[in-house]
T-cell receptor
Framework: GQQLNQSPQSMFIQEGEDVSMNCTSSSIFNTWLWYKQDPGEGPVLLIALYKAGELTSNGRLTAQFGITRKDSFLNISASIPSDVGIYFCAGRNTGTASKLTFGTGTRLQVTL | DAGITQSPRHKVTETGTPVTLRCHQTENHRYMYWYRQDPGHGLRLIHYSYGVKDTDKGEVSDGYSVSRSKTEDFLLTLESATSSQTSVYFC???????????????FGPGTRLTVT
């Protein structure tokens, strides 16, 4: 089955730094989602994007729906220790019973 | 947090035994999903349901069956567990948002299954 490619696979950054990660697909999606997963828990929805070119923020997080509809980007500004976790992108198309295709994840570690 | 519980949260079983995992929701959402999560593969869809008694296969459905006799419960059964089914299993729910066209999935806490 198709999977989305996320990069980087892992990041080790210092507190206060900005973080960027991206997600690419060989096919287009009508919706892009970003989830965060903490150890031992299920993924939690961070941001949803519904329109090509759309830029959406949620606190320190900003995500963009790529104009080609084949990619999406997530930025975290001024990282803090609780940003540690795995970030997943997911794509969805209309009329697919809300089925999602997930990326392989970006593991973020933040040092003081 | 969405009202989703999974049981059991941890299970160790032997190869060849049947195993059933339960997902329970209190949100009255129409859609329910079972995923497995393995290192290097992210989350992969096993089966999903779009209503009571209405289910369909995902991308990794071999060796798994599901049932949904009530809106709130979605069961995942491994008829004869194998070591390759050792994984973390997540349930998710979604529904159409009021006044909108979007569906968003919310996840349960997961079940860690080990098949020895």
């Amino acid at each position: 089955g198709q999977q989305l490619n996320q990069s980087p696979q892992s990041m080790f950054i210092q507190e206060g730094e900005d973080v960027s990660m991206n997600c690419t697909s060989s096919s287009i999606f009508n919706t892009w989602l970003w989830y965060k997963q903490d150890p031992g828990e299920g993924p939690v929805l961070l941001i949803a994007l519904y329109k090509a070119g759309e830029l959406t923020s949620n606190g320190r997080l900003t995500a963009q729906f790529g104009i080609t509809r084949k990619d999406s980007f997530l930025n975290i500004s001024a990282s803090i220790p609780s940003d540690v976790g795995i970030y997943f992108c997911a794509g969805r198309n209309t009329g697919t019973a809300s089925k999602l295709t997930f990326g392989t994840g970006t593991r973020l570690q933040v040092t003081l | 947090d969405a009202g989703i519980t999974q049981s059991p949260r941890h299970k160790v079983t032997e190869t060849g035994t049947p195993v059933t995992l339960r997902c329970h929701q209190t949100e009255n959402h129409r859609y329910m999903y079972w995923y497995r999560q393995d290192p290097g593969h992210g989350l992969r869809l096993i089966h999903y349901s779009y209503g009571v008694k209405d289910t369909d296969k995902g991308e990794v459905s071999d060796g798994y069956s599901v049932s949904r006799s009530k809106t709130e419960d979605f069961l995942l059964t491994l008829e004869s567990a194998t070591s390759s089914q050792t994984s973390v299993y997540f349930c998710a729910i979604s529904d159409r948002l009021a006044g909108g066209l979007s569906y968003e999935q919310y996840f349960g806490p997961g079940t860690r299954l080990t098949v020895t």
